[in-house]
């Protein structure tokens, strides 16, 4: 197999920002009514004008320090000219590398395991409308357009084609998401806030650019499926050509879009209507005094503060939300070690199992720090806890609650535990004469105790409980002899 | 004696502020006046009667109170049917936009009206801009007022029409190569495009960003100061318009101008000229002398590029700036047709005349890749060599002069077959918004009954200069 060259083109939508790069419409607008965030600027009403959103450069530039790039002392927009319906103006205001343009970033680069990723640059432009359509694409009599998301900020960062592999992409996106996220500029999370092309090139292939991946899970899928295009055309010693294609997400292929043989028309000049953006010293100073902790330096203080294994810091700093909890968790209640593994172990894993996004959860630090306190003052047992911990996620109540509720509190009672025991040997006379000679057939019968209970027995006096009974019984069987 | 529709801005605020004018009578003498005329002149689109009437008996009932009247209080003006204006009809005299109603004011706008002055109605231009004649409108053309076979110029021909022969006593047009400048040559008024970025452009429908500036249109000069003090200043809703003190440009009127260094660069007086013109041009320059100015003939070798500059400049601009009339969202829609690719192309192949057209694909070619670095970008390196060589002449002198307009104004239909003809009228204009200068043109005498005008271009912010000299001009004229 020859070597792959994957580049990836990350489109990050500029979340946090109060309103859209050039007008002073929300940004909040998922889930509200199609085109009600809307304004004469960003649907392009003849004789309105654009005004650049300064928090937008702000947060674009912490980005690019983030990514240890270069930022530029002047920057200009130009106009990327082309006809589709998700464009009010039918132009995009963009930035550009060429023609004397200045975009706002060069350089830099993402550290994941083993290698640097480059960056080639950053830019920032005004995201689209949303097309939709009436099922499928193929199907649908008509486009439906929503203007609620023209004009919102958009960072495109492109980078060198360095890596190797598919999964190296996504383990590069992830690490540039919990960047984006440390930031608190872009949280990922938002439904197509983060959206991605990917050019792919195998040793003796052409360059090919996947478009249309709307998710980083769909990059590692999309890449993948072109790997194997592109080997089996090159065994059959065919050339790949250098092409757009489009993956089909529903369909898992990719589909050729256009052969290019030169750029792209886009007819690119300078915005007229912007004035070029000086972006001095003490400005990016001023910026970089408020940079706040990132991915690496984060891992490193959870290891060496809470002693934490590597993988759980990793786990806890790509979902940064849940190293926040995890944090406040400690807080409370200072047991790092066990709440690391509930959080990144029983939690992640419900949750991912649930499709349930971390943020719709609805505990807060107090219940899993009640619930620990409650497995170790012997409240109640791991496994009940685990019973607990699922309940909380879905309802929000307490864990005292939830174990009042379902009677999930340990029996420490020895008077009910005998009872029970007697119970079990009387039923399985068998089991008790296997289990003079076997273990194994001593655990069934501590097993059926436990079930009586429905696990709330205290396991360490079924035990003894069951243990002592069986040296009577012993006994017992040694006098009659 | 001056019918009462006669008189100039100044005077209307004069008279209302001291309660011998009634604003109502005196719009309504407006109105009269444009049903009397405007069949032959056709410097309207669209006139807003009710709303103008409604505002005029608001004026008075403030001055019958004693209320603070603003300093174009009760002034009647018409606007270029470019400039946005809330809930009148704009159409850029285009059937893509002949159905447009803007949601808001232009900055302009809301700074005339806050004033109180009083929007009479919509004027006519050539299509988006494009033309120096007002003959490419969807509407027809506008007839000049001196005579009735000729045009008025363009591109704002009907603002310059309308104040000429007393249909609004003051208006506002829009510059981008000369289309204010033009036709108040045509039309012996007096028009003045602003240094870039001193006027808002929030709410002027663009058709060459870099270069226009929406620019007043007037009787006299005095007027003049008092629109521009009016309308200029910082918007923040334009990037663009700059951060300026702003000045109060009465104080320019009646300072005498001993001393005063004229620059008449030759290239503005090219081999084209028609010949009254120059005479009368060379007059006014001779006036000026005479009242203690000095004069020097220069030369200026960048301005040779100077046309074909800007035409590449601005037909690019508006290839994507008129991009977004497809019909979709606002303006004409053609009955549908299979996809939205046929609809749209519909829809602009029918709402955009020969003109316009023609300036789309001339733009679209220039902003190609592989003709960008030929076309624009060498444009744009003229463009800065012209402003050098400017700067260069503004170090000697404190303002320049030449003819506004090369030729007299021209039968209607005698350049229409010749594009390139039509461009070339345009030659002396389009220098000052290549290089983001203010430049006047004044009424200097006429011919056969033609006016013709004089043009000065000074630094970018002396409009103070140009009201100055072009002030102290008409003085010696009107004598």
Redesign the interface.
Known sequence: MGNIKIGLEVHSQLTNLNSKLFCSCPTDYRGKEANSYIC?VC??????????NKKAVEDAILIALSLNSKISDKMYFF?K?Y?Y?DM????QISQYDK??GITLATGGYVSIPNKKVRIRRIQIEEDPARITYEGTIYKSKS?LVDYNRAGIALLEIVTEPDMESPKEARIFLQKLSSILEHLDVCHSYLEGSMRCDANISMEGGKRVEIKNISSFKEVERALNFEMTRQRNLLIKGISTKMETRHWDEIRRVTISLRIKE??E?Y???PE????PTIITKEWVETIKDKMPELPDAHKERLIKKYELSPQNADVLVNYKLLGDFFEKCAEIYYKPGAISNWLVGDLLGYLHEKGIQLQEMKISPVHITKMLKMVDNGIISGKIAKTVLEEMIISGKMPEIIVKEKGLIRIHSDELIEQLTNKVFEENKEAVNDALEDEKAMHYLIGQVMKLTKGRADPELTNKVVRDKLIEHKKLLEKKN | MKKIFEYSAFQIVEKIRNGELSSLEYINALFDRIKEVDSKIHAYLTVAKDMALDEAKEIDEKANKGEHLGSLCGVGMAIKDN??TESIR?T?SSKS?SN?T???D?TVIERIRKEDAIILGKTNMDEFAMGSSTEYSFFGPTINPYNDERVAGGSSGGSAAAVAISEATASLGSDTGGSVRCPASFCGVIGLKPTYGLVS??????Y???LEQISPIVKDVRDLAILLNCIAGHD?????SLKVVKDDYTRFIGNDIKGLKIGVPKELFGHGTNKHVLKRVWDAIHVLEDLGASYTEISLDSLEYALASYYIIAN??A??NL??Y?G???GFRSDEVND?SDT?SKNRREGFGQEVKRRIILG?FA???GY??KY??KAQKVRTLIKKDFDKAFKKFDILASPTMPILPFKLGEKLKNPLEMYMCDLDTVPANLIGAPAISVPCGSYDGLPIGIQFIAQPFKEGSLIQVSYKLEESLQD
């Open positions: 004469t649907m392009g009403i003849p004789g309105t004008l654009p005004v650049l106009r000219n006809f319906p009010p103006k039918n132009f023609a004397g486009s030169e750029e028309e007819r690119y000049f007229p209507d912007l004035v | 400039i946005c704009t850029c936009l447009f803007p949601s808001y232009a452009r929030y709410g002027l429908i663009a060459a960003n870099s923040e809703r334009d990037s663009t690019s601009e290839s994507s991009a977004r497809d979709l969202r606002y939205w749209f679209t902003l190609s890749a960008y670095n624009y970008l």
